[in-house]
């Protein structure tokens, strides 16, 4: 007797169709899966057997062969313990075949019966809207399965409850739109230069490094970025929500339209970075899409896993490559890094003294690496605020204002064409239609300054940015002098 | 194997040997020169911290810059920071000037002193008590210190810290009888505090090419009292010039300062870079470049 049990398996952010033969004849009694099983799912048989037994249904007395198709494909994850159960059920009987007929299912089992979520059941459900069969798994897992157009699922919290009669249908659980609430700019005092590249990073999305000493207030400001960023497009959050799935984060608060901020500590290795590992998972990066990547304490990082950053910073995606195949993953973020200015952190300090040596220094900056800091498009110096300040000093101002001029800034580049941080070469030049004067003026300044041609590049986009700012179609001199000012410190 | 620049080897008793190093209770045995060797004569040792202020490295250039067309030769160890600062100022003149380096002549050290060496080997002069292709070493640097005090008739101290690997250069310079100079410099900056002690502790204060022109008379260098000073004084400057021309300021205590926005004070501030009329600082402060130093 057999049977067929749709399921997918995850490839990158993708779910890929498969099916769960289950073949139950007379024989020794035995229990086989093939087709490509890693070790997870070969775990399925034991869960399977105690899951199935304890539901009050049989498990059968014969020879079971459990075959996922396409064989080729590797499957990955314990999500395949529920197809193969039903199928088994389906195969000896005991329920019937219109149960599972039409419907992709997707769950762990646990050794009582009861089913519990696997990661990435988003991507899953998107697998079975674009097939247009309905989805089969715990209640707790499809809770956000609606956003997906029309998706139909049911819900099943236990193999027993097959017993009892029809799944019930998903009920479509809204997201609460609570504000998830974001540290507001009116919390930090002064840093009002700091304050201004934030805001110039959030409307042009440009990367941005914080040099200054430790206590300075970087992550304070770093962590209040997303607040002034606009809300995540229903796109942005289908894309974000995704990684976030298969990543196995909590995918509500992206899907209520709050965008990521991902802070890896300096430790973080290659792969927690970049995605990997087997089954590959996706990295900080990835997770970090459409939002924050914010690197803290920069020169720590492993060279070469900083050095992963610089592609996905170039094409908003990267590919892993490895020998089971490639995988895609969105990973478009803005990169905040941080970093003290010299090993001891003190250089520039009004208060406490340097002890590091010019070299010292230079090797310091050298770990960060030159292609990665021509990848930051502004580079900015905080200091530690005198408490007197601190204390007296003005109400800052709040986040809301400075979205709200984010988003109009946004609303005019849009009009204009691109974000400038995507802007280079011949459509940056034409973007910022500099006039005769202001060309032949920042011509001669770049080439006594010794401008390299991506310091050049950095200077004009920060200007277009600042110039959206002020809606100014063309950039002017006051722009070009504003953005010099957010250059890299190298050369001096 | 052809060198752009002389090489020869002086001993201890040879006529060309320079009667001034014979002061030191150890002279050197053996003086490896890169470059001509007539350049070792009396002059004016400029010194200073590696880790210098714009404010030390425009006086290093401005006294040496002076003294150097005044008809002095510079004597200095091509470090970083005012060491640099000297030789370069009398090489913009133009005017011989010394580096003695703590290790082989014709060893490039520090790394960004390449093309300076270079340029002292071909049209200077260039010593070392060590053997040709000597290593740096940490010692070496300590012993050299000695060869600059001694091939000098004064010793001008622009920076230091305290302590500083300077100090050393002004004690031999007192041990044997030459003339320690000092340039006073803000008694808030730790860089200044090495002069400031000196002067406390009777050094000759300089505060001007008179000053200095004196300090050489008095140590019998020959220089030429009506040499113009390169101080270009300007005739207008800026609201934000002035306020970071003494000290060196952040935009934002700028804009404090002054109770503007720091947008304002940010365009400003970049305009001014952009003309060479302020410095951005590799600790983000911004400050005035000093006339002198312009010349690098």
Redesign the interface.
């Given at each position: 007797m057999q049977a067929t049990v749709l399921t997918a398996t995850l490839s990158g952010v993708e779910a890929l169709p498969v099916e769960v033969q289950a073949d139950v004849t007379s024989g020794l009694p035995s229990f086989i899966i093939v087709g490509l099983p890693d070790a997870a799912v070969q775990e399925a048989r034991d869960r399977v057997r105690s899951a199935i037994k304890a539901s009050g249904f049989d498990f059968p007395n014969a020879r079971v062969v459990v075959n996922l198709a396409p064989a080729p494909l590797r499957k990955h994850g314990t999500g395949f313990d529920l197809p193969i159960a039903l199928a088994i059920l389906t195969a000896t009987r005991q329920i019937h075949v219109n149960a599972t007929a039409g419907a992709s299912a997707v769950g762990e089992l646990a050794l009582d019966g009861s089913v519990r979520s696997v990661s990435g059941m988003l991507a899953f459900v998107i697998a079975a809207a674009d097939a247009d069969v309905e989805i089969i798994g715990p209640s707790a897992a499809l809770r956000t399965a609606h956003v997906v157009d029309g998706v139909r699922s049911r819900r099943l919290d236990s193999l027993a409850q097959l017993r009892t009669g029809p799944l019930p249908e998903g009920t479509c659980v809204p997201i609460r739109q609570t504000e998830h609430p974001q540290p507001d700019l009116a919390e930090v005092a002064?840093?009002?230069?700091?304050k201004?590249a934030l805001e110039i990073a959030a409307a042009g999305g440009h990367n941005l490094v914080m040099?200054g000493p430790p206590g300075s207030g970087k992550t304070l400001l770093a962590r209040r970025l997303p607040g002034i960023l606009p809300p995540l497009s229903p796109l942005e959050r289908m894309q974000t929500a995704l990684v976030h799935s298969v990543g196995g984060l909590d995918e509500a608060p992206t899907l209520a339209g709050v965008r990521p901020f991902r802070a890896p500590h300096h430790t973080c290795s290659i792969a927690g970075l970049a995605g990997g590992g087997s089954p590959p998972r996706p990295g900080e990066m990835s997770l970090a899409h459409n939002g924050v990547l914010f690197l803290d304490e920069l020169p720590e990082f492993g060279p070469a896993a900083l050095q992963t950053l610089r592609q996905p910073l170039e094409d908003g995606f990267l590919t892993l490559v490895r020998a089971e195949g490639r995988v895609r993953y969105p990973a478009d973020f803005t990169l905040i890094g941080a970093m003290n200015?010299c090993p001891c952190g003190y250089?520039?300090d009004p208060e406490r003294?340097c002890s590091c040596?010019?070299w010292a220094?230079n090797r310091y900056d050298a770990r960060v690496g030159g292609p990665l800091m021509d990848r930051m498009d502004l580079v900015?110096?905080m200091?530690r605020?005198d408490p007197d300040?601190l204390i007296a000093a003005s109400p800052s101002e709040p986040s809301a204002p400075v979205r709200q001029r984010v988003l109009e800034t946004r609303a005019f580049a849009a009009e204009r064409g691109d974000l400038a941080s995507k802007l280079s070469g011949t459509a940056l030049l034409a973007a910022c239609a500099l006039d005769g004067q202001t060309s032949r003026l920042f011509t001669e300044?770049a080439r006594?300054?010794h401008f390299s041609g991506r310091a050049v590049t950095r200077v004009l986009r920060v200007a277009r940015t600042i110039a959206d700012i002020e809606r100014s179609r063309r950039v002017m001199?006051?722009h070009?002098?504003?953005?010099?000012?957010y250059r890299d410190?190298s050369g001096? | 194997m052809s060198e752009p620049y002389r090489r020869s080897e002086i001993r201890l008793g040879d006529p060309a040997y320079p009667g001034c190093l014979l002061d030191l209770s150890d002279p050197p045995k053996v003086l490896y020169v890169a470059g001509d060797p007539a350049n070792l004569r009396p002059g004016l040792a400029v010194i200073g911290a590696?880790?210098a202020t714009l404010y030390g490295l425009g006086c290093a250039s401005r006294f040496a810059g002076w003294a150097a067309a005044a008809g002095a030769t510079i004597i200095s160890g091509a470090a970083?920071?005012c060491d640099q600062a000297a030789h370069r100022a009398a090489r913009a003149v133009p005017a011989p000037t010394v580096a003695v380096l703590g290790c082989g002549a014709d060893v490039d050290y520090p790394n960004n002193a390449v093309s300076l060496l270079a340029e002292l080997r071909e049209n200077c002069t260039v010593v070392s008590e060590l053997p040709w292709g000597s290593h740096p070493a940490r010692w070496a640097f300590v012993r050299r210190n000695r060869i600059i005090a001694a091939l000098s008739a004064a010793v001008l101290v622009v920076e230091a810290g305290l302590p500083s690997g300077t100090f050393s250069t002004a004690d031999h310079a007192l041990a044997i009888g030459r003339d320690v100079l000092a340039i006073p410099g803000s008694i808030n900056a730790?860089e200044c505090r090495g002069p400031n002690r000196l002067i406390q502790a009777g050094a000759t204060i300089i505060t001007d090419a008179t000053d200095l022109a004196d300090a050489l008379e008095a140590a019998g260098l020959l220089v030429d009292r009506s040499t113009p000073e390169a101080v270009n004084h300007k005739a207008h400057l800026s609201e934000i010039e002035r306020a970071v021309r003494s000290d060196p300021m952040?935009?934002?205590d700028l804009?404090?300062a002054l109770t503007q926005d720091?947008?304002k004070v940010?365009?400003?501030?970049?305009?001014l870079?952009?003309t060479?009329r302020v410095?951005?600082?590799?600790?983000?402060?911004y400050g005035v470049p000093q006339p002198t130093a312009r010349r690098q």
């Open positions: 002064g840093h009002n230069a700091a201004r040099i200015p250089l520039g003294h040596s010019p220094i900015i110096r200091d605020i300040l300044i006594t300054k001199t006051s070009i002098s504003e953005a010099v000012s410190r001096e | 590696r880790r970083i920071g730790p952040r935009p934002d804009a404090r720091v947008v940010l365009r400003i501030l970049g305009e870079e952009l060479n410095i951005r600082l590799r600790d983000g402060r």
